[in-house]
């Protein structure tokens, strides 16, 4: 167990609506990272936050979005879905100090039909 | 762009013997590599990772070795098991704060 929780593990939805993907970072981690995982893909990095504050963007479209709450936990938002979104959306934190790891969480599978 | 890159998609071993993952990097500013083991319907686990100061480091039955002039990365996993069988990721993270993968490994241990 990673310590690092998101919710909810399976979502299916229409095209054109919108989702919210939960996670919880380990006890004490401060950055949190969104990556996009699709049909066996590698691990697209999305989004970074450290302690509330967005750090870094990878490829991440305008119709998502993301935040990390003052309790450390984060939300990424995904709006006018389109059936390519569908893909595993994994959450991962770490203490974000130089050289620590990341620590996933199981991932949040989306499917948009 | 793919600054990560893992050339061999699938890879099988005799269980017992040394499984060996290959990963290749472009940008000479990645200062720390890791690597991560995923098995179905799980996140990625966090194995081992070094630092571009060093050129080896080990933990019980795995070793990565970096060769920063080659600008490339192996995994050596000794002796192989069949619990190892899942599918192998490594990552570099430079001081963007960005960690970049690579589109993985999969390793099959044969018992």
């Known amino acids: 167990d990673s310590g690092v929780t998101q919710t909810p593990k399976h979502l299916i939805t229409a095209t054109g609506q919108r989702v919210t993907l939960r996670c919880s970072p380990r006890?004490?981690?401060?950055?949190v990272y969104w990556y996009q995982q699709s049909l066996d893909q590698g691990l697209q990095f999305l989004i970074q936050?450290?302690?509330?504050?967005?750090?870094a963007k990878g490829n991440i479209l305008e119709r998502f979005s993301a935040q990390q709450f003052p309790d450390l936990h984060s939300e990424l938002n995904l709006s006018s879905l389109e059936l390519g979104d569908s893909a595993l959306y994994f959450c991962?934190?770490?203490?974000?100090?130089?050289?620590?790891?990341?620590?996933f969480g199981n991932g949040t599978r989306l499917t948009v039909t | 762009d793919q600054q990560v890159k893992q050339n061999s998609p699938s890879l099988s071993v005799q269980e017992g013997r040394i499984s060996i993952l290959n990963c290749d990097y472009t940008?000479?500013?990645?200062?720390?590599f890791l690597w991560y083991k995923k098995y179905p319907a799980e996140g990625p686990t966090f194995l081992i990772s070094?630092?571009?100061?060093?050129d080896k480091n080990e933990d019980g039955r795995f070793t990565v070795f970096l060769n920063k002039s080659a600008k490339h990365l192996s995994l050596h996993i000794v002796p192989s098991q069949p619990g190892d069988s899942a599918v192998y990721f490594c990552?570099?993270?430079?001081?963007?704060?960005?960690?970049?993968f690579g589109t993985g490994t999969r390793l099959k241990v044969l018992a």
């Open positions: 991962a934190s770490s203490a974000g100090t130089v050289n620590s790891p990341l620590h």
């Open positions: 070094i630092s571009s100061i060093k």
């Open positions: 936050y450290y302690n509330g504050e967005e750090r």
């Open positions: 006890s004490g981690d401060l950055s």
């Open positions: 940008n000479s500013m990645f200062d720390y």
């Open positions: 990552a570099a993270h430079s001081g963007t704060y960005k960690y970049i």
